[in-house]
């Protein structure tokens, strides 16, 4: 059976969104090899808002293909966003949905792009794992 796909773009990336403010990933939680700083097109729905596309520097094991979103900082940036250009959806629900071509972004950045244009350099997540993390450095990764 065929799952169906947001974008159109084959889906990329393994995709953890870290609610553990305490917990940086510097190695990844799958593999324990290091995590490198990498910038991403996220791909975000707000509700009361719509679609979103954001730059946003995060975490990324390369040999784990697996994205990792710090919640704090994303909120943190979404709410200062959000301030100024729709002030009655700060604090609304989101959903990283998944990542858009970074030179598509560039130039939506100049130009803005309609949503049937943004769709065809969309990629979704291949998959949403979630994280348990133990202060004392203990972590586990599991399928949502």
């Given at each position: 059976?065929?799952?169906?796909?947001?974008?159109?773009?084959?889906?990329?990336?393994r995709?953890?969104?870290?609610?553990h403010?305490?917990?940086?990933?510097t190695?990844?939680?799958?593999?324990?090899?290091?995590?490198?700083l990498?910038?991403?097109?996220?791909?975000?729905?707000i509700?009361?808002?719509g679609?979103?596309?954001l730059?946003?520097?995060?975490r990324?094991c390369?040999?784990?293909?697996l994205?990792?979103?710090h919640?704090?900082e994303l909120e943190t940036?979404?709410t200062?966003?959000?301030?100024?250009?729709?002030p009655?959806?700060?604090?609304?629900?989101?959903l990283v949905?998944?990542?858009?071509?970074?030179p598509?972004?560039?130039?939506?950045l100049?130009?803005?792009a309609?949503?049937?244009?943004m769709?065809?350099?969309?990629a979704?997540?291949?998959?949403?794992?979630?994280?348990?993390?133990?202060p004392?450095g203990?972590y586990?990764?599991?399928?949502?």
């Amino acid at each position: 059976m065929k799952k169906k796909r947001l974008g159109k773009l084959p889906p990329r990336y393994r995709f953890i969104l870290n609610p553990h403010a305490e917990a940086r990933f510097t190695k990844c939680p799958r593999c324990e090899h290091p995590t490198s700083l990498r910038k991403f097109a996220l791909f975000i729905h707000i509700d009361g808002h719509g679609p979103l596309v954001l730059g946003k520097t995060c975490r990324f094991c390369v040999a784990c293909d697996l994205l990792i979103v710090h919640q704090d900082e994303l909120e943190t940036v979404l709410t200062n966003m959000l301030a100024t250009v729709n002030p009655q959806c700060v604090g609304s629900e989101y959903l990283v949905m998944g990542t858009v071509e970074r030179p598509f972004w560039r130039r939506s950045l100049q130009k803005p792009a309609a949503f049937g244009e943004m769709l065809a350099h969309l990629a979704d997540f291949k998959q949403h794992l979630q994280v348990g993390y133990r202060p004392a450095g203990w972590y586990r990764t599991a399928d949502e």
